[in-house]
């Protein structure tokens, strides 16, 4: 099909394009120009158009999980939120340990025909941290990268097999750094919020423990290394010093992670009840400069869709997560907003950047990329409540909130996906 | 409007009118918190052999459940036996009866006293329940919207005043 | 949840969660409001009927003979039904979630629940959910707090030493998981105590102390030097499984209250305890039932303080 995108404000972050435009599509790509009449044209006018944002964690919650969300559900939260592509953890149930069950995810989203699922395959078996899954078949099946989610892997022999292994055929492996030990039984963020409300904390150093131990083994091995959901300060300081090393790793930031912090809880409010917990204002700070730094290479939306009633508990029972599909771009936005920064270096951090590390073609409107485009109103506010979200998952601290940025139309391939008023 | 009655001369018309009835079985009661103040007038007046108690009756009102508990509730102490006393329970002004009414039901928490006379300052009428005064100053009208109250000086003297109701 | 929820539009208690985020007037309230009903408890018709024909539900998800003990006396002082539910925490695993067991008890009336729960919070989110006529009394959550003991130490304090803001008080032990310790320190600093001390192995001291407005020691002798009031808390045995303390010995020699310390602090000083006492663990039995002990009379304070919250809450709307 045809399109012709008019009249908006065009940000590429990749090329540093940003002015008003045209952006034509042709068989699925973006092209220079439209050879012949469009068969559609999208008046963007008073809109930004961009590429297609890139969410490097999302669950769908399938295989497994169905009473919390089911593929159909996410992937229509998915496009309605502008996420054009997608990375899933493999922590589904059963975990995507087996070729197979990659296999069926994959299948099931593709016939969905909304946005790209890349599924991220668990680095061991069960997810259970004792022996390698086969990450070569893995990989075959479509895998873009191995990772333990949130399953701890204490056994640090184990671990460094793991990376090597994958080091070997070069395969990605994402992780997020939590010393289990120090973890176990914590609830929320060691300080002074966690002592005044009596609940069990996990200290930062849980995470800079971790991850000088991770960033060792990646020297060891040579495994490429991407840090899922940084959460503190200290190591924000660890992956400087280790991009200035010249080791190859990235890393990611949770969107919740640059607006809350461990003062959000208030009244034990279990929407705030996050894994990795929300920390101190200062490593909010922290983080949020991180991010427009480069130091961290992107924000991700973790979306992690939970049922009520697992909410409507004592906050050390609530299940930890938050949906996040569509505040994506919302809350990238009020970041970038907030640190007075381009829209294109806001925008590259949910679109270029994490393409870049998924490997993937999209993530930019040069000729010849695939056409997933954004189009959006970034005057616009949604009111954040169950009735807008299409989600299965209506958990999040922002409940309540007018966030600006209100998708209007969502293309992937070419085709429109979603559209609104 | 006529003028308030001057509590001075109530409360030595009062002294006069109990002093042939006070025997060595005679305690006194004052109720918080202008019947405490004429209490302790009295009871000093007429040299009663036995300690003078205070009552709050937070604790005992019917109005519970429209207004809860009272803001400041104070302390009762009766530092004498109730049970067999003649007593007399003192208050400022008496209105609808239902401070009375409260104040007995505490009594009888105490023990069983042998009788109750009740003595009043002000009687204002509009009584709602079947309660009387045995020695009252004086009948005073208050409209509906006004509330009767005994204050007491920094000299120490009492006077009756007139306050808008809330 | 952004606005208080222990108090209602009009500043009243409504619910009693935690004495953090209580207005100095209203903490004072209570203590004022306890000391009537102490009265009531002296003479011989202790009861009185302010609460009669009202129902207070004791719900205990973590069992306790003497906090719910006391909370029946007072209820039954006050003239309200009660009924003690004990639910193990193993029932809750039978699928039953705690809203919905508060549900069910709000379909038979309830007037008044008083909650004991081992998750920090649980009573906040029964008080989110309750009816407008229903009141919400924390009765110890994890470790987060413990109001009402927190109230009776604060009254009893008050009996016994009058001014608060000439006082130094030291609080000893295992501040980390007492939800005793925490009601009673923001109590102190609300009601302007200008020392307050806590004296433990670092172990037992949780991460920033100090920003609930408290002076941190190790020593115990440093920190009982010149003690108005020495509050001792109690040592649970598990501490010494989780790697916490290597024994309670070592725990007795250095934190154990003995008259040789208690010689540190000032001769009128006052030796409190939230019960139950571990002799010989966190304090000696010479201390226990010396001089400076006021632990009985806490307890006494303790009736009068639920029954002063129980009738300021029920009588809200």
Redesign the interface.
């Known amino acids: 099909m045809k399109i012709l995108i008019r009249n908006g404000r065009v940000v590429d972050p990749a090329s540093g394009r940003d002015a008003v435009g045209d952006v034509a599509i042709a068989d699925g790509r973006i092209c220079e120009s439209l050879a012949g009449e469009p068969e559609r044209v999208i008046d963007a006018r008073g809109l930004v158009v961009a590429p297609g944002l890139i969410d490097l964690s999302a669950r769908l919650r399938e295989p497994g999980f169905e009473y919390k969300a089911t593929l159909e559900s996410e992937m229509d939260a998915a496009v309605a939120g502008g996420v054009t592509s997608l990375a899933c953890p493999p922590d589904t149930d059963p975990p995507l340990d087996e070729p197979g069950l990659v296999d069926m995810l994959r299948r099931r989203a593709k016939a969905l025909s909304r946005a790209r699922v890349y599924p991220v395959g668990a680095l061991t078996v069960q997810l259970a941290g004792e022996r390698l899954t086969e990450m070569a078949e893995l990989a075959e099946a479509g895998c873009v990268a191995f990772s333990q989610a949130n399953a701890p892997l204490s056994d640090t022999q184990v671990l460094w097999r793991a990376l090597q292994y994958a080091a070997t055929f070069g395969f990605p492996v994402w992780l997020r750094a939590e010393d289990y030990c120090l973890a176990r039984g914590g609830v929320a963020h060691d300080g002074e919020v966690a002592t005044r409300l009596g609940l069990p904390g996990i200290p930062a150093f849980a995470e800079t423990i971790a991850l000088g131990a991770l960033l060792e083994l990646v020297r060891a091995s040579g495994a490429r290394l991407h840090v899922c959901r940084l959460s503190s300060a200290g190591a924000v300081q660890l992956m400087r010093a280790a991009k200035a090393e010249g080791l190859p790793v990235s890393c990611d930031v949770g969107a919740h992670y640059v607006h809350l912090s461990d003062m959000d809880l208030g009244y034990f409010d279990s929407h705030c009840r996050l894994t990795p917990p929300l920390r101190s204002q200062r490593d909010r700070e922290a983080l949020s400069a991180g991010l427009a730094d480069g130091t961290i290479d992107c924000m991700c939306s973790d979306h992690t869709p939970v049922d009520e009633d697992q909410k409507q508990l004592p906050f050390s029972e609530a299940e930890p997560g938050a949906t996040g599909l569509e505040l994506l771009l919302p809350l990238a936005l009020k970041w970038g907003a907030l640190r007075n920064l381009p829209l294109a270096k806001t925008m590259a951090r949910i679109t270029s950047d994490p393409a870049r590390i998924l490997g993937v073609q999209s993530g930019r409107l040069a000729p010849g990329a695939p056409a997933d485009v954004v189009v959006f109103d970034p005057q616009a506010s949604v009111r954040i409540g169950a009735g807008m979200l299409r989600s299965q998952g209506k958990n999040t601290p922002f409940l309540g909130y007018e966030l600006e940025g209100r998708v209007r139309y969502t293309l992937v391939a070419g085709k429109p996906v979603y559209e609104s008023a | 409007m006529k003028p308030l009655p001057d509590a001075e001369s109530l409360c030595a018309g009062l002294v006069a009118e109990l002093r042939p009835l006070i025997g060595p079985n005679t305690a006194m009661i004052g109720l918080y918190t202008g019947g405490v103040w004429l209490a302790e007038r009295l009871h000093a007046e007429l040299a009663l052999a036995q300690p003078l108690g205070t009552m ?1 009756i ?3 009102r019917d109005d ?2 429209k ?3 009272a ?8 530092p004498f036996t109730v049970g067999g006393r003649d007593l007399l329970l003192v208050d400022d002004v008496l209105y609808t009866g239902r401070t009375v009414r409260a104040a007995m ?2 009594l009888f ?3 069983r006293p042998a009788s109750i006379s009740l003595v009043v300052l002000a009687d204002r009428g509009g009584r709602e329940l079947p309660i009387c005064a045995q020695h009252c100053g004086a009948k005073v009208d208050v409209p509906a919207d006004m509330r009767l109250r005994l204050r007491r000086g920094d000299d120490g003297k009492l006077r009756l005043e007139l306050e808008r109701a809330e | 949840m952004q606005s208080n929820p222990q108090l209602n539009a009009n500043g009243e208690l409504r619910h009693l969660l935690s004495i953090e985020g209580l207005p100095r007037e209203v903490l004072l309230g209570i203590l004022d409001t306890a000391a009537s009903f102490v009265g009531v408890t002296e003479r011989e018709v202790k009861k009185v009927p302010i609460l009669r024909g009202k129902s207070v539900f004791n719900l205990f998800f973590e069992p306790s003979t003497r906090t719910r003990t006391t909370f029946e006396i007072a209820a039954k002082r006050l003239s309200a039904d009660v009924i003690n539910l004990n639910i193990a925490a193993s029932s809750q695993t039978k699928g039953e979630s705690l809203l919905d067991t508060v549900a069910n008890l709000s379909a038979m009336q309830a007037d008044v629940f008083v909650v004991r729960h081992a998750s920090s919070g649980a009573p906040f989110l029964i008080a989110q959910h309750v009816k407008a006529h229903e009141h919400v009394i924390n009765a110890g959550d994890g470790r987060h707090a413990h109001p009402t003991q927190g109230l009776l130490d604060l009254y009893t304090i008050r009996h016994y030493k009058r001014d608060f803001s000439r006082l130094t008080v030291a609080v000893v032990g295992d501040v980390l998981h007492s939800r005793v310790a925490r009601s009673l320190i923001h109590g102190l600093t609300t009601l302007s105590t200008p020392e307050v001390r806590v004296i433990g192995p670092k172990t037992l001291l949780p991460t920033g102390v100090e920003s609930l407005g408290v002076r941190v020691f190790h020593d115990m002798r440093e920190g009982l030097r010149g003690a108005d009031v020495v509050v001792m808390l109690r040592l649970q045995s598990e501490r010494m499984r989780g790697a916490l303390l290597p024994s309670a010995q070592e725990f007795f020699k250095h934190y154990g209250l003995t008259a040789e310390k208690l010689a540190l602090a000032r001769p009128d000083a006052i030796v409190m305890h939230p019960g139950p006492m571990n002799r010989g663990v966190e304090i000696d039995s010479s201390v226990a039932d010396g001089p400076h002990s006021v632990i009985l009379p806490q307890v006494t304070f303790g009736i009068a303080v639920r029954m002063a919250v129980m009738s300021m809450v029920a009588g809200t709307s």
């Open positions: 709050d937070a604790f005992y519970y459940n207004q809860g508990l803001r400041d509730p104070k302390r009762t102490r009766i039901n505490e928490d105490y023990g």
